[in-house]
Nanobody, 122 residues
Framework: QVQLVESGGGLVQAGGSLRLSCAASGRTFSSYDMGWFRQAPGKDRDFVARISSTGGATYYADSMKGRFTISRDNAKNTVYLQMSSLKPEDTAVYYC???????????????WGQGTQVTVSS
């Protein structure tokens, strides 16, 4: 069992930056691929980024490449999402995700966090 708790969301102006954190419980954190998804009001939950269990490989949705960076610290059981050059269309609830063989598809997620709101004002 893995519990995920996100933090770091908030209100930011367009062009600004935020760093999201996701703290995981349990001793098996380093066994899981980790990722971030987001969901805007009235829309589906979409893939943002993922990182392999060792941190050696990262993947991003096309619209996030060059603006977002995912990283993890297995010693701290924490995964991060550094977001820069934020746009109003980045406004959404951001969810931390864990899974074995995690992909960009929501059904590959085994554990979800509760979500953290990110609002980007224009």
């Amino acid at each position: 069992q893995v519990q995920l708790v996100e933090s770091g969301g908030g209100l930011v102006q367009a062009g600004g930056s935020l760093r999201l954190s996701c703290a995981a419980s349990g001793r098996t954190f380093s066994s899981y691929d980790m990722g971030w998804f987001r969901q805007a009001p009235g829309k589906d939950r979409d893939f943002v980024a993922r990182i392999s269990s060792t941190g050696g490989a990262t993947y991003y949705a096309d619209s996030m490449k060059g603006r977002f960076t995912i990283s993890r610290d297995n010693a701290k059981n924490t995964v991060y999402l550094q977001m820069s050059s934020l746009k109003p269309e980045d406004t959404a609830v951001y969810y931390c995700a864990a899974g074995i063989g995690l992909s960009a598809i929501v059904t590959s997620v085994r554990y979800w966090g509760q979500g953290t709101q990110v609002t980007v004002s224009s």
